[in-house]
């Protein structure tokens, strides 16, 4: 038997299985494919326009990727209450809305709505920006285009906001530190100020001074020195004129003595006076020749005042003795005021000396204090800086002069559905179906243990096959088989058709199916 003969065979056998396993699923996808509402699609595409205002004069301060802010941006619009706004505003899904619970109704409204990056779009100068799509999936295609639209204004007004939102806070945070920065530098600068009061004269900056106020003053002090020296010689010699005058019977036996007091303490005051060149009052050397001189003048002062009171007096009007007197007299005032005067000195050195001295430590608590000021100041002026670019940043966000969300292509009404694609889907329908008819016939092939051909039989035993012999029907026999026909045939055509009407009532309007056939659908 050939190959032909087991086909016709097999179709003569198997015909009515195949029949009804391809007319069953056929139906189910006609009627499906028939019912299928209309889903229409709109898409806007939004630009990405680089800020107006070059960087080197305004930095922006809302910076960050684009795809960043745009998922922000698309949390805020995706949100409960944004698209329950658009739900109602539109008035979508109206055949869902007595089944389905609003938060249901908003997230399909999430699936419906498709935001695609184009990072590869070009301006017309030929250089590289940012653009995105955003499209809305609905049954009626004028509604369809007008919400995406809408969504696509909600993006620019949203990314306005945005950044409007956050130059503001930045500016506002800036802000606030400037102004405690401020408070801190205030603090300091007082700091300072109360400092350089407080250690007049101890500053770093005035030791310069110091060490020339210091030179100054033993310098005056050597000039004192010479004075008092000078002055007490001419004392002496006013003592000796005084004394030669009031003893005149004794002045040839002693006007040509030397007064050995008077030399000793001129020389002990010179020495004074080189040492104090050398070293400071508190040196023991200094102190030695200071206390021998004290110790003179002591001695002298005592002597006169232990002279016999019985010598002669010459009377107040020899002229001599009043002139050497009142010479006298100024003598000691010139020297009383030097001595006064050196005390000054010594004082003011001594002063000037502790300046000096402490001048190494006001340095360092100085430099501790100036450091700190300095560290806050420069802290300040970055502040003032960046707080100067925000405001700036804030005014051009104000002015709308940012990056900004641009529509270029704007959603139009579409003419033809985005799906379903019925030619495709009755294409598949229809070869499932006669995949399935197919199977069905394997299947009864296998399950069917019965010979239909000689040659079957002689294959399948040793023993010789005479000859076969084909069934006899009686009338009653075909009376029979016609009633079965007739009654499977109705009974066929009744599940066809009640698939089919099944199917037809489970497409009619169920936008969600679509959306699930549809490629990239969820």
């Not at 040492?275 to 001189?293: D, F, G, H, S, W």
Request: net charge positive; hydrophobic share 40%; aromatic share 4%.
């Amino acid at each position: 038997m050939s190959m032909l003969d087991r086909i016709v065979g097999l179709w003569r056998r198997r015909k009515w299985i195949a029949l009804l396993a391809f007319a069953a699923p056929a139906s189910m996808v006609l009627g499906l494919v028939t019912s299928l509402p209309n889903i229409y699609r709109s898409t806007a595409t939004i630009l990405v326009e680089r800020q107006q205002v070059p960087e080197a004069f305004v930095r922006p301060t809302v910076t960050g990727e684009v795809e960043t802010r745009l998922q922000t941006i698309t949390q805020e619009i995706f949100s409960r209450t944004s698209l329950e706004g658009l739900i109602t505003r539109f008035n979508l899904y109206a055949r869902l809305r007595a089944r389905l619970s609003t938060q249901n109704l908003v997230a399909r409204m999430r699936n419906d709505i498709i935001l695609v990056m184009k990072s590869d779009a070009t301006n017309p100068g030929g250089a590289k920006m940012v653009a995105f799509t955003i499209s809305y999936r609905g049954s009626d295609p004028a509604v369809v285009a007008e919400v995406t639209n809408t969504l696509a204004a909600l993006f620019i007004d949203e990314n306005l906001r945005v950044r409007s939102r956050q130059a503001t806070g930045t500016a506002n945070f800036l802000r606030a530190q400037l102004e405690e920065t401020t408070g801190q530098l205030d603090v300091q600068e007082r700091q300072v100020s109360d400092f350089n009061r407080k250690h007049m004269g101890e500053l770093p900056q005035q030791m310069n001074a110091n060490l020339a106020a210091i030179e100054q003053l033993s310098t005056q002090l050597r000039l004192n020195n010479d004075r008092q020296t000078l002055a007490l010689a001419r004392r002496e010699a006013l003592e000796r004129q005084l004394a030669d005058v009031e003893t005149a019977p004794a002045m040839a036996t002693t006007s040509g003595a030397p007064d050995t007091a008077a030399t000793r303490l001129a020389r002990l005051r010179n020495e004074l006076r080189e040492l104090r060149t050398q070293y400071t009052e508190k040196y023991p050397e200094v102190a030695r020749v200071k206390a021998e001189i004290a110790a003179l003048e002591r001695e002298q002062n005592e002597k006169k005042s232990d002279a016999p009171s019985e010598a002669a007096t010459p009377t107040p009007q020899d002229p001599s003795i009043r002139r050497l007197k009142a010479a006298l007299t100024e003598v000691d005032a010139e020297v009383k005021a030097l001595r006064k005067d050196e005390s000054r000195l010594q004082a003011a050195t001594a002063r000037y000396q502790a300046r000096a001295d402490n001048t190494p430590l006001r340095e360092q608590e100085f430099q501790e204090l100036s450091r700190n000021y300095q560290t806050t100041k420069d802290h300040y002026q970055s502040l003032l800086k960046r707080y100067q670019e925000a405001q700036l940043a804030e005014d051009m966000e104000q002015r709308q002069k940012g990056e900004q969300f641009k529509i270029v292509d704007p959603a139009v009404v579409s003419d033809r559905p985005a799906a379903p694609n019925r030619s495709r889907f009755l294409l598949t329908g229809l070869i499932l179906s006669l995949g399935l008819a197919a199977a069905a016939v394997v299947l009864a092939e296998q399950l069917d243990t019965s010979f239909h051909a000689i040659e079957e039989l002689r294959a399948f035993t040793k023993i010789p096959v005479l000859v076969g012999i084909a069934g006899i029907a009686t009338r009653r026999d075909t009376v029979f088989r016609r009633r079965r026909f007739r009654l499977a045939t109705a009974l066929a055509i009744l599940v066809v058709l009640l698939l089919a009407g099944g199917s037809h009532l489970a497409g009619r309007g169920n936008a969600t199916l679509v959306a699930l056939l549809s490629p990239g659908g969820s």
